[in-house]
């Protein structure tokens, strides 16, 4: 049984689905749930040169929040108890996986629950895979809501 559940979401049609499929298993199991939106600083700032990191980090977290608000309201409609936060990478080097991680870490979570969008060969080496990285670093059992 699951007492805490956090759910990882952006602004993908698989995370929606990662969402829905928590919210579920948050009102099933009695759970408190607690949804995170993560905004990537760090590779904004990589590319500092090319475009105005601070615009579009502004943008960024505009979007993240309306996500939350919305993720909030669709849990409290199914009865769940949730919180939201929104996580951001500040450091170079720091990955999406890893807040993710340390943030089920420190709530402390029982169960993680993320979407993944099955990309497999050359476009999964470009695109990288958050939901793997939350897979080879999390001590916590993660649920994995692939997309259709």
Known sequence: MYS???????????SQRALQEA?????????AL????????????GNADLVD???????????????LARAQASAQAAGVTVETRMLET?????????????D??????DLIVVGTHGR????????????EGVIRESTVPILLIRGY
């Open 104 to 109: 089920a870490r420190n709530w402390p979570a």
């Open 23 to 31: 919210v579920s298993l948050a009102a099933d199991q009695g759970a």
């Open 120 to 131: 497999k060969g050359f476009r999964h080496f470009l695109v990288g895979s958050v939901a």
């Open 90 to 102: 500040d450091r170079l080097g720091e990955s999406v996986s890893r807040a993710i991680i340390e």
């Open 53 to 67: 990191p601070t615009a579009i980090e502004a943008a960024l977290v505009q979007a993240g929040r309306a996500l």
């Open 34 to 45: 607690r949804v995170v939106c993560v905004v990537d600083e760090a590779s904004l700032f």
């Open 4 to 14: 805490r559940v956090l759910v990882a979401i952006d602004d993908s049609d698989t």
